[in-house]
């Protein structure tokens, strides 16, 4: 059975930093490419980041990039994203999401985990 | 970026109606279209992908099609569960975007 848990995230002031992690099991990880979603309270769902299955390759919206950095460790099958310069409008329930495969979209969720930047 | 425009964004129906949710992109985007089902204080659930496949488990009376640039989502007999927040998505390459939503009813 595919997991994807979630951890981190809490409440942290503007300009403050906080990590995500997501811890996967029921697969082969390394096999498989990783993504960042946030929703903002009330709102749509917002891409935030990707990461391919080597963890070479890694792609950011431009809202987070030069802020936030995802990263992978395939021998924990673990994924982080270190959220720095936290801003107001960073506010969401950040989600961790598994492709299907190459090319097939997004299949499962981690619970998701709420993130509140406010002093 | 291309943008992903869903329509209507909110729609009222009946148990075992038929409904459509239409999603268009602002540019080609082939057959890397999604769709994913969000009820409140849930995370969402992934639907469809590659524009008409289903993921595994998904009941046969949710279907999609199109290709290119404008793409549905058909509920053949609408059921309770059903009621929900659905979401388009493409992902013909970064940055992924997806469409506002559409609230479905009763």
């Known amino acids: 059975e595919v997991q994807l848990v979630q951890s981190g995230g809490g409440l942290v002031q503007p300009g403050g930093s906080l990590r995500l992690s997501c811890a996967a099991s029921?697969?082969?990880?390394?096999?498989?490419?990783f993504f960042w979603v946030r929703q903002a309270p009330g709102k749509g769902l917002e891409w935030v980041s990707t990461i391919d299955g080597t963890g070479t390759g890694t792609y950011y919206a431009d809202s987070v990039k030069g802020r936030f950095t995802i990263s992978r460790d395939n021998s924990k099958n673990t994924v982080d994203l270190q959220m720095n310069s936290l801003r107001a409008e960073d506010t969401a329930i950040y989600y961790c999401t598994k492709e299907r495969g190459a090319f097939m979209g997004l299949e499962y969720w981690g619970q998701g985990t709420l993130v509140t930047v406010s002093s | 970026d291309i943008q992903m425009t869903q329509s209507p964004s909110s729609l009222s129906a009946s148990i075992g109606d038929r409904v459509t949710i239409t999603c268009r992109a602002s540019?080609?985007?082939?057959?890397?279209l999604a769709w994913f089902q969000q009820k409140p204080g849930q995370a969402p659930k992934s639907l469809i992908y590659a524009a008409s496949s289903l993921h595994t488990g998904v009941p046969s009376r949710f279907s999609g099609s199109g290709s290119g640039t404008h793409f549905t989502l058909t509920i053949s007999s609408l059921q309770p569960e059903d009621f929900a927040t659905y979401f388009c998505q493409h992902y013909n390459h970064h940055p992924i975007t997806f469409g506002l939503g559409t609230r479905l009813e009763i």
């Open positions: 540019q080609d985007i082939g057959y890397y």
């Open positions: 029921g697969f082969t990880f390394s096999n498989y490419a």
